[in-house]
């Protein structure tokens, strides 16, 4: 069975960094792509950045880009994301994703139904 499990989230301060864990499991973990996605209170799920099987194959959304940084690490079955400079607008609960199949990508058209979803972790940025 997949189990996909977020941690790392807390209150920070704006400007501050924080750097988000997922895990995956129950299947060989190289073998998907995975994504980190965010929900606002009262907004829609939002992509956030992807990470093909390997380190090199990202893509993030705009509003990141700079900012944000996605990997893997699949000898510890684990993605990251780090997140520096940031805004109160990044408060949200952030969401792990685990492609459903080999050679699926997970991109910021995927439909929630392609993937394995964490429960999801809690980031606030307020001073």
């Known amino acids: 069975q997949v189990r996909v499990e977020e941690s790392g989230g807390g209150l920070v301060q704006p400007g501050d960094s924080l750097r988000l864990s997922c895990t995956a499991s129950?299947?060989?973990?190289?073998?998907?792509?995975m994504a980190w996605f965010r929900q606002a209170p009262g907004e829609e799920r939002q992509f956030v950045a992807g990470?093909?099987?390997?380190?090199?194959?990202?893509d993030y959304v705009d509003f990141v880009k700079g900012r944000f940084t996605i990997s893997r690490d699949n000898a510890q079955n684990t993605m990251y994301l780090q997140m520096n400079n940031l805004e109160p607008a990044d408060t949200a609960e952030y969401f792990c994703?685990?492609?459903?199949?080999?050679?699926?990508?997970?991109?910021?058209?995927?439909?929630?139904?392609?993937?394995?979803w964490g429960q999801g972790t809690q980031v606030t940025v307020s001073s």
């Open positions: 994703v685990q492609a459903k199949y080999p050679g699926l990508r997970m991109t910021r058209t995927s439909p929630p139904s392609s993937g394995y």
């Open positions: 129950g299947r060989t973990f190289s073998d998907y792509t």
């Open positions: 990470i093909g099987w390997e380190n090199w194959e990202t």
